[in-house]
Structures are given as C-alpha cells and as structure tokens.
C-alpha cells in the first residue's frame, strides 16, 4: 500500500476498506463519497480516515436503507438531525415488525384452520381439547343480526372500518358469537367478536372461551341445501351431545372461513366451523334428584 502525500490511491483505497474500485468510482459519480483529491489524469486519492464513511455507507445500506437515504444521512449538519433519523426509521421498523407479527399469526390461525379442514370432514361433529382459555376483544352491535341480511353485511363494513381504525388488518378468522338460547331458538348474531387477545387491541367488551372440551363441527353454507345451514349444524350438534352424554354450556363461537382449494362444494366459497364448549351432562340433575 502506497501513501501518496498522505493519501491513497484508489485501489489502495478500496483494499484498505474491503471494496471495489467500481464500488468507489460509483458512489463518487452519484455523490455519495468523493475522493479527497482528484491528481493527474484524473487519478482519485482517499484519505484513510474516510474508510470510515465506507463503513458506515455499508452499514446503513446492510440494514436496509437506500444509497439516498445513505447521501442524505452522510449530509445531516448535526447529530440531532441524525438522531431524529434514526428514530424515525426505528418506529418504522417498529410497526413493520408489528404487521409481520400479525401476518405470523394469521398465517398460523389459517394453517390449523387446514388442519381441521383436513381431518374432519363437513357436517361431521368431533370432540377436541383446548389447554387454555382463549380471550376475545367483542364489538357490540346495538341490535341482533339475521345471517345474510343487509344489516350482516353492514356489520362486516363496520367491522373492516374498525380494523382500519385500529391499524389492525382485516383478517380470517373472525368470530361471531352466539348463546346457548339462541342456538336453541332463532338463529341470530348477538355479537361480533373482531379479533383475539394476541391481536393487542383493546375493546370495553371481552369474552373468554374456557379450555377443556369442544365440540367442533365444519358446515358449508350450501343455498342449494333444503334446511338452513346454521340450523341444520346446531340440530346435528346437539343429536352428538344427546347421544355421547355431553351438555353444551356457554354459547357456541362461529367462525367464517374462506374454503381452501379442493375443498369447495356449493356456490359459496367459505365454510363455517362451530365450537361449542361441552362438559358431561349432570344425569342426577336433569331427573331433578339432590345430591
């Protein structure tokens, strides 16, 4: 390596920091690194210490910042002006970092949604278990809501509204909720649960689905069906607990999903699993006798 009145070539220049020529010749032709001196037949010198921009032209475009972004930030007149960068890019990571999390956990959701599609076949009840109770943030809507009424659909808009309120995406699964009572009466959505607890976002109202026992069944929303889809679930539901000896308690979670490919039957193109929380009928209570 030769010093040129303190100064180094080019080449030496790019050895000493780990780079290429071409790299040097380009940052200098987009104005992002110039050479200290410019000598006969336009022969480029470096000073030493400038290797340390080189290394910190590297280091912002390896955490992935443009090369403008890199001029502008080699351009700052103080470190305040730098300081406020850097935050700025780290609350932009920040929230990228939340969107790839709510993403993960979608795709999760989805990929055991697979599963059950999977492994249990449409209009057939089974029996799986939970380990923990699951939280749900609930919107409220000031009225019951018939399936496939216009007032469903404007909860749906509503729904995609909040979402875009709360920064959160609009995302399968959602849920809907509804109670024991209803489930034996007129089929009504009482509630829209929006999102679970891992989503972080906070509503006034929650409802908490206990672990143990489900009942889950998958029901394609057929138009070409006869009896109602939703009727015709809970009916088949219910005949499974009669005869397994079980009980249904605490209203039942309805869950819209989009159907995978393969799995598509019918003129929509989405199925609904149920889960319904069961516990083992209490015999001597139902003949009414004490304890």
């Given at each position: 390596?030769k ?6 070539s080019i ?6 920091c ?8 380009y ?6 690194l110039k ?13 030493p210490?400038q290797?340390?921009?080189v ?17 502008e ?8 002006d730098?300081?406020d ?16 999390k ?22 057939v ?14 919107i409220?809507?000031?009225e ?10 404007d909860m ?6 909040y979402?875009?309120?709360h920064?959160?995406?609009?995302e399968?699964?959602?849920y ?9 009466g ?5 509630k829209m649960l ?12 929650s409802?908490l ?13 057929d138009?070409?069906r006869k009896?109602?889809?939703r ?5 088949t ?7 397994h ?7 039942c ?9 393969g ?10 699993v149920?889960?319904m929380?069961?516990?083992?009928a ?7 006798e004490?304890a």
């Open positions: 390596m010093l040129h009145h303190g100064l180094l080449s030496d220049f790019a050895a000493y780990g780079t290429t020529r071409q790299t040097l010749q940052y200098d032709r987009i104005g992002l050479p200290i001196q410019l000598g006969e037949q336009g022969y480029r010198y470096y000073h210490l290797s340390h921009e290394r910190m032209i590297r280091s912002f475009q390896g955490s992935g910042s443009s090369l403008d972004e890199v001029k930030i080699l351009n700052f007149s103080s470190l305040d730098l300081e960068w850097v935050s700025l890019k780290q609350e932009a990571f920040a929230q990228e970092l939340k969107r790839i709510r993403e993960m956990e979608f795709l999760s959701r989805y990929r055991a949604f697979l599963g059950i599609a999977r492994d249990n076949p449409l209009d009840p089974s029996l799986f278990s939970i380990s923990q109770p699951l939280r749900f943030h609930v409220p809507f000031d019951p809501v018939e399936l496939y009424s216009d007032y469903y659909f749906l808009v509503r729904y995609s509204e979402c875009k309120d920064n959160t995406i609009q399968y699964p959602y809907f909720f509804v109670s024991e009572s209803e489930m034996r007129k089929l009504r959505f009482s929006c999102m679970t607890e891992d989503m972080q976002v906070q509503t006034q109202d409802l689905a206990p672990a143990g026992q489900i009942l889950m069944m998958r029901c394609h929303p138009r070409n009896e109602d889809s009727k015709y679930a809970y009916e539901m219910f005949r499974f607990l009669e005869e000896g079980l009980r249904s308690f605490g209203g979670l309805e869950q819209p999903m989009p159907v995978p490919p799995l598509r039957k019918g003129d929509y193109h989405f199925t609904v149920f889960y929380p069961v516990k083992p209490d015999r001597h209570a139902e003949r009414g004490g």
